[in-house]
């Protein structure tokens, strides 16, 4: 069976998709599952996994001039969708994607909540397409997010977002993309995407900071001018993040390569940076990598003995549970490495070693804590192609 495409339950009677749609699903549906089987295997030296890990750093290096090239790229489409969103009386906004496209989601939902003072809620495509139907009203607006814009599950919930009659939007990175094709209104991202995901993450959530921010001043909204500002340099800042840390990050994945298991947590937006921190691992790696929600960690002995623990905690609310997290770390015999806000001292003593980032407003902090996970990733990658090569080459 595992050549075969998955069946939809969007393509039985009762589907509210029509034919043509219906042919659709089932053409991105084959076309991802080929994808699907193309995956690198477990081997530690897997040619292609290689591939991808080597492209991986000079698309991650280059994430300035991808974010900058975004906002250039709907500097005329944005201003108009942004008017269309502060216009419109909104019920609730759902912002639809699957896996690194969902952590994006989740990166941007405090700033559009700040902004668009309406319910902003993250969910997995499937989730969507599949169970929230009966929420959808023509007063929701739903944001679909997908790189490839080929994602069947994230195409599906657009398809029913709009027989909802939804306000949709599409973020793809893929011009004439079925996401693309099916949406009325879309922003296109400027990334590259050879390597494992890294541009397509950083873009996407940049634009959906900026909407936010603009519908926000459109509408008055204490505080945008300021954030919007803010954003304005946050690609600089994001070009120092990744030079400042990246010796810091290779040797901490050096004492970590030959670990089977990485756990990641957060809370608050920068939640996301956690999953795309796990999300990485397991795409640069043949490893195993968990995230794991900065309250959920005491709830069960989450850290086994020798583990690696990569926290990300700016200052906020989230720091004194992310403290608790550190000790239990420690508690559980495994290593606690921070990614915290510069000048920020709870966690002195507490971790085994602190990537120092700077000073900003937690809504807009995973597009700079996002590089850190993304740091982890690429190099425990090659860290650990490093540990194989010498491992063959001792037969
Ligand atoms: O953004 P897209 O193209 O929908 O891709 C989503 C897919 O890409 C990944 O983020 C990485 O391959 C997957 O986890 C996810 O299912």
């Known amino acids: 069976m595992t050549d075969q495409t998955l069946d939809s339950p969007l393509l039985a009677d009762g589907s509210p998709l029509d034919d043509r749609q219906k042919a659709v699903v089932e053409r991105v549906s084959a076309k991802e599952r080929a994808g699907i089987l193309a995956l690198p295997t477990d081997d530690p030296l897997d040619p292609e996994r290689r591939r991808r890990v080597d492209a991986t750093r000079g698309e991650m290096l280059g994430q300035q001039g991808a974010i900058r090239a975004t906002w250039e790229r709907n500097a005329d489409a944005l201003p108009g969708i942004a008017a269309r969103i502060a216009g419109r009386r909104l019920d609730r906004v759902f912002l639809v994607g699957a896996g690194d496209s969902l952590a994006v989601m989740i990166a941007a939902r405090r700033t559009l909540e700040l902004m668009l003072r309406v319910p902003c809620e993250p969910v997995q495509a499937l989730e969507f397409a599949y169970y929230q139907q009966h929420l959808v009203t023509s007063d929701s607006l739903v944001v679909a997010l997908s790189s490839s814009g080929e994602t069947t599950r994230t195409v599906e919930a657009l398809l029913v977002a709009q027989h909802a009659g939804a306000l949709t939007l599409a973020l793809t990175n893929t011009p004439g993309s079925t996401l693309d094709v099916e949406s009325g209104d879309t922003l296109l991202l400027a990334a590259t995407r050879v390597g494992w995901p890294t541009q397509s993450s950083t873009t996407a959530l940049s634009l959906l900071l900026l909407l936010a921010v603009e519908v926000g001043r459109l509408r008055g909204v204490d505080g945008a001018e300021a954030l919007r500002a803010e954003l304005e340099t946050l690609p600089e800042t994001v070009e120092t993040v990744l030079e400042d840390l990246d010796d810091q990050v290779a040797e901490i994945a050096r004492i970590e390569a030959e670990r089977t298991m990485y756990l990641f947590s957060a809370g608050g937006p920068t939640w996301a940076a956690a999953i795309i921190g796990a999300a ?116």
């Open 280 to 395: 990485k691992v397991k795409e640069t790696s043949p490893d195993h990598a968990v995230e794991i929600q900065v309250e959920e960690f005491h709830h069960y002995n989450s850290q086994k003995p020798g583990e690696p623990m990569f926290l990300f905690a700016p200052s906020g609310p989230s720091v004194p549970r992310g403290v608790d997290t550190g000790r239990d770390a420690h508690r559980y015999g495994g290593t606690l490495y921070v990614a915290t806000t510069v000048g920020e001292t709870a966690f002195d003593g507490i971790a085994d070693d602190i990537l120092r980032l700077p000073v900003v407003s937690e809504a807009l902090s995973p597009l700079l804590y996002v590089l850190p996970a993304q740091l982890i990733g690429y190099h425990l990658g090659m860290a650990k192609f490093a540990v194989a090569e010498r491992e063959a080459s001792r037969g």
